[in-house]
C-alpha cells in the first residue's frame, strides 16, 4: 500500500467522524429546541385555557354559554318596567350586563373567569358603557347580592336549590330575579318568556321572602 493510500484513509475516517460528531450535536440542539417548544407551548396553553377548566373541577360550576340574541332581548322584555341597580351572576363574557347598562341600568357582573371578566371590561369600554358597568373577579357564594333590585342568573340545575335559600336570604322584598335555561326549583315565576333554550323564568321576592309578623309585646 502506498503512503498515498494510507494517508488517503487516515483522512476518509477523520472526515466521518468529524461527520458523524457533528450530525449527533446538531440532533442533540434540535431536541432541545424541540422541547423548549412543546414545553412553551403547554405553559401558554394552561395559561389560556386554565381559568376556563377550572371550574368545572368544582363541587358546583357555572360553564360558559354566551346567551343567545333571543336570551338577551327576552331579559330585557321581562325587566323593561324596571330600573336601578342589576346584577348578572356568572357574566361570562359581559354580553348581558353591557346590553342592561344600554337600557338605563346600572349594572354589575360577576364572573369567576379572569379572562371573561377582563374581556367584559373591554367590551363595556368599547360599547362606551365603562362608566355604567362593572365586572368583579369572584365566586358567587362569598358575595352578598343585598344592594340588587334586578338579579339574572344563567344556572345550572344542582346550583339552583342552594342559590334559592341565598337568594331568598338576601334580596330585599322589592327585588326581581330572572332565571335563564333553567327555573328554581320550588319557587312559582310571576312571568315566563321566551320558549326552549331561550325561556326566562320572572320570580318576586314577595312572593319568596318570608313574611315578616310583628309580635306583641304583652
Same mark, same amino acid.
Given at each position: 500500500?502506498?503512503?498515498?493510500?494510507? #494517508?488517503?484513509?487516515? *483522512?476518509?475516517?477523520?472526515?466521518?467522524?468529524? #461527520?458523524? #460528531?457533528?450530525?449527533?450535536? *446538531? /440532533?442533540?440542539?434540535?431536541?432541545?429546541?424541540?422541547?423548549?417548544?412543546?414545553?412553551?407551548?403547554?405553559?401558554?396553553?394552561?395559561?389560556?385555557?386554565?381559568? @376556563?377548566?377550572?371550574?368545572?373541577?368544582?363541587?358546583?360550576?357555572?360553564? @360558559?354559554?354566551?346567551?343567545?340574541?333571543?336570551?338577551?332581548?327576552?331579559?330585557?322584555?321581562?325587566?323593561?318596567?324596571?330600573?336601578?341597580?342589576?346584577?348578572?351572576?356568572?357574566?361570562?363574557?359581559?354580553?348581558?350586563?353591557?346590553?342592561?347598562?344600554?337600557?338605563?341600568?346600572?349594572?354589575?357582573? *360577576?364572573?369567576?373567569?379572569?379572562?371573561?371578566?377582563?374581556?367584559?371590561?373591554?367590551?363595556?369600554?368599547?360599547?362606551?358603557?365603562?362608566?355604567?358597568?362593572?365586572?368583579?373577579?369572584?365566586?358567587?357564594?362569598?358575595?352578598?347580592?343585598?344592594?340588587?333590585?334586578?338579579?339574572?342568573? @344563567?344556572?345550572?340545575?344542582?346550583?339552583?336549590?342552594?342559590?334559592?335559600?341565598?337568594?331568598?336570604?338576601?334580596?330585599?322584598?322589592?327585588?326581581?330575579?330572572?332565571?335563564?335555561? *333553567?327555573?328554581?326549583?320550588?319557587?312559582?315565576?310571576?312571568?315566563?318568556? #321566551?320558549?326552549?333554550?331561550?325561556?326566562?323564568?320572572?320570580?318576586?321576592?314577595?312572593? @319568596? /321572602?318570608?313574611?315578616?309578623?310583628?309580635? /306583641?309585646?304583652?
Amino acid at each position: 500500500m502506498s503512503d498515498f493510500d494510507v #494517508g488517503s484513509n487516515t *483522512f476518509t475516517e477523520t472526515n466521518s467522524k468529524q #461527520g458523524s #460528531g457533528g450530525e449527533g450535536a *446538531f /440532533k442533540k440542539r434540535l431536541g432541545i429546541i424541540a422541547t423548549c417548544v412543546v414545553g412553551g407551548s403547554l405553559v401558554a396553553l394552561y395559561a389560556v385555557t386554565g381559568p @376556563f377548566v377550572a371550574p368545572a373541577l368544582r363541587k358546583i360550576c357555572l360553564p @360558559f354559554v354566551p346567551a343567545t340574541r333571543t336570551q338577551i332581548e327576552n331579559v330585557l322584555k321581562v325587566l323593561q318596567t324596571r330600573s336601578g341597580s342589576l346584577v348578572d351572576i356568572g357574566s361570562g363574557d359581559g354580553r348581558i350586563v353591557i346590553a342592561a347598562a344600554k337600557r338605563g341600568f346600572k349594572a354589575a357582573g *360577576f364572573e369567576l373567569n379572569p379572562w371573561l371578566v377582563w374581556y367584559s371590561r373591554y367590551k363595556a369600554w368599547r360599547e362606551g358603557v365603562q362608566h355604567s358597568t362593572s365586572f368583579y373577579i369572584s365566586d358567587l357564594w362569598k358575595v352578598s347580592f343585598s344592594e340588587y333590585s334586578n338579579v339574572v342568573i @344563567f344556572g345550572v340545575p344542582q346550583m339552583m336549590e342552594q342559590l334559592e335559600v341565598k337568594l331568598q336570604t338576601e334580596l330585599q322584598s322589592s327585588a326581581k330575579v330572572v332565571a335563564c335555561r *333553567f327555573p328554581f326549583p320550588t319557587w312559582t315565576p310571576d312571568d315566563v318568556a #321566551g320558549e326552549g333554550i331561550d325561556t326566562v323564568w320572572v320570580y318576586d321576592a314577595k312572593t @319568596f /321572602k318570608p313574611l315578616k309578623t310583628n309580635k /306583641k309585646v304583652c
